[in-house]
């Protein structure tokens, strides 16, 4: 059955070209289109895990919906010393977070100021490399302040200017401070520079009065893709019904749910042009075995059984399709490989979209084998459901007729 | 003559049905699916130009000079309400407003966060921008120090109706100044900043907590589309910021273009595919009655009826699949228009981006007018290469070749 495929699809040209164009360029489409759509969101993911969110983040429940100093975890230090013996974890760091006003000679703004452990947060995030002017934080940086570049902006300040600080503490109480602006970063994302600045946590502790708590626990794993069963090997050494270990895919819900809501619209678009040319292959495919009704119809008469005929029309198909592929695969693959290394860059995009935390102008692709197979997959379905009509109308003459068939 | 060729014409269409049938359904299907997905995609922009306009910028906003670079009240405009009552006069001007803005500190007993203060008229956004529509619990007033505050920061916050909360800034003489407030209302105006920043009070309350001249503003919002309007206010007022809506909204112009491209790279592709199963069906209609066309081009029948009924074979499938398609896609877009595509279950991501969970697709009858240009062009093209090998054909040769 092969090879008599292998003959019709060398005779009927004009049937085999078009499906193998088609095909080629519904591969080709399907493959760099879902690489570019996984590779625009992954990175967006990335940059922001990178920035400052955590793989895993352990908070006392209730922190998170309903906040409050009562919510803080009290003994961060117990914690730690659990998480320093599993063996997925790479590094952490208990973080204390508090809101608060922040002003200059002149002007004032609202800001996130987070105590962080300087040394540790380097291993934690890109904060220390996101560094534009004066230094990043130490253990001994006292009252230094490393700021955003945005509201350094909005608040008029240079390296070494002071900044009041006026705010509530961990107990409910007061706290106001001087501090020195001793550092500046810029992350790229719009919001994180023009609202956030950090305080080394030894210092912060003594102002806030929060030694050995925290707002959360910061934690980065060895290998992201693990974080599951690192997350599940934490909640059972906390064994704390008080406290929650949640990874970046619930911490980041709402990014990871608009990237998905993303997709429904790239694959609405997609339909469209998959529809279209599975339509076109299935009316080649049509006109093809339409035309060959009395071939067929003799192959009945001298005992070739309905099943053998599908066989015939699925390897036709398959055997197009497969040359169509061995094209179109090495040269997608390639184009994502290429621009998964060396992204595209749209110059401005990430201002245009500030407010949607794009961070960077770079669109990289996804170079991932196996969405390749699984897209390749589809379009091998998609061209053997185009025979089931043509199959069908086949059938629907008796061997005797279709043999006479003109 | 004529009669007879479109008779001809309409018979051979259905010679092979089938083959016929399912050039038309590819035709209607891939029409519709073309329809509805521009229908909904242009509607997901026009809901939210619409609602950016009803809800912030209007068709042209004006603004101190440096106000939205410093975003500062030391920047508002002097004597606003002088400058609104001129405006109100001019041809073209349906509505205008007057706004404060201050950014700050909201805070509930356990939570903070950024905010942004909007000091407005309830009366006259509601004739400016219909501003109750944007409610989404509650109800929408500013009696005894009441406030309504955008989605996203309500539930940053987990604030309710009710909830009590304190907004600090600094105000007009640098000093740190504190107001209590209460919710009334959560709105959703699906604009990300307002949703995610913005929280409302009356503006005369807010230029006494801010110690802000009644008369001054930080914005003059306008509602009347008209570019003449726009060139006016720009040279009446060269010492202010005069923006129109698009100026002020750099993103969606580009993504309105970024539409428009997406639309005609769609429709171009389609179109080829489209055009690709028109001809096939045309190519193999012609070659099997390539004998038929010997006999009477042989008989004397001049070669521009064949061609003029071979077009009309095309153009009556190219008709059917148009009709079809027309028909499938407006019960599309209605449906799109009227139920919207319901996305609840990524209502966060959606309100995130400053959609709606339900999104509303619009209609248009350009969609149809260019449609039907598109495809009857792709059914007459399709059959430019078969008429070329009739052309050729030599009648005798024909009639005596074997079938």
Partial sequence: ?406 | MYKLILKMAWKNTFTRPARTLLVIIMIAVSMSMMLAIQGLYDGMVKSMIEKNKRSASGDISIYAKDYRLEKDIKYSIKDAAKIKEDIQKLDGVKAVVLRVMADGLLSTARKSSFASIHGIDLKEEERFGSFSEFLKEGKISFKKRGSVIGIELAKTLKVRIGSKLIFSTQDSSGEINSIALKVRGIIQTTNIVLDSNAIFMDITSLHKFLGTPPRDATQIAIMGENQKLLHILKSNYQNLDVKSFLELQPMIKQMQEMMVIFNSITFLIVMSVVFIGIFGVVYVSILDRIREFGIVLGIGMQYKYIRAQIFLESVIVGVFGYVGGALLGLILLIYLRDYGLDLSSFSDALEMWGYEAVIKGTIKVSYFTTTFGAIISASVLSVLIPIRKIKKLNPIEVIRAEK
Avoid at chain 1, 32 to 58: C, P, R
């Fill in chain 1, 1 to 406: 059955m092969f090879s008599f495929a292998l003959k019709n699809i060398l005779f009927y040209k004009g049937r085999s070209i078009t499906t193998f164009i088609l095909t080629f360029v519904s591969a080709m489409l399907f493959v760099v289109f879902v690489s570019w759509q996984d590779g625009s969101h992954n990175s967006m993911l990335e940059n922001s895990l990178k920035i400052y969110t955590g793989a895993i983040e352990i908070y006392h429940k209730e922190y998170r919906d309903v906040g409050g100093n009562e919510y803080l975890i009290r003994d961060a230090k117990t914690i730690t010393d659990k998480l320093s013996r599993i063996s997925g974890v790479e590094a952490f760091s208990p973080r204390y977070e508090t809101y608060g006003l922040l002003s200059s000679k002149d002007y004032s703004s609202a800001s996130m100021i987070a105590g962080i452990e300087p040394n540790k947060e380097k291993l934690l995030s890109s904060i220390a490399l996101s560094l534009r002017d004066g230094k990043f934080l130490d253990e001994n940086s006292g009252n230094c302040l490393y700021m955003g570049d945005k509201l350094v902006k909005k608040l008029r300040l240079s390296i070494d200017d002071e900044v009041s600080f006026v705010g509530g503490a961990s107990d409910d109480s007061f706290a106001a401070d001087i501090f020195k602006l001793c550092g500046i970063f810029k992350t790229g994302s719009f919001e994180f520079d023009s609202t956030v600045s950090f305080v080394n946590r030894s210092y912060f502790d003594e102002l806030m009065y929060a030694a050995n708590k925290a707002s959360y626990i910061t934690v980065k794993v060895k290998d992201l893709d693990d974080v599951d069963r690192v997350n599940s090997e934490i909640t059972k050494a906390l064994n704390d019904e008080n406290l929650e270990s949640l990874t970046w895919k619930s911490l980041m819900k709402t990014m990871v749910e608009a990237m998905e809501v993303d997709n429904v619209f790239g694959y609405i678009s997609l339909s469209l042009f998959l529809v279209v040319i599975f339509f076109v292959i299935m009316i080649y495919g049509f006109i093809n075995v339409s035309s060959r009704i009395k071939e067929f119809g003799v192959l009945r008469c001298i005992g070739l059984s309905r099943q053998k005929i599908f066989s015939l029309l699925f390897y036709e198909i398959f055997i197009l399709s497969s040359a169509a592929f061995i094209i179109a695969v090495p040269l997608a693959s390639y184009i994502c490989y290429y621009y998964s290394i060396n992204p595209i860059v749209i110059d401005g995009i990430a201002e245009m979209y500030k407010d949607y935390g794009i961070v960077s102008d770079e669109i990289p692709f996804d170079f991932n084998m196996w969405t390749i197979s699984w897209n390749i997959g589809v379009i091998y379905l998609l061209n053997s459901l185009s025979i089931l009509y043509p199959y069908v109308y086949i059938n629907s003459f008796e061997p005797i007729e279709a043999s006479r068939h003109v």
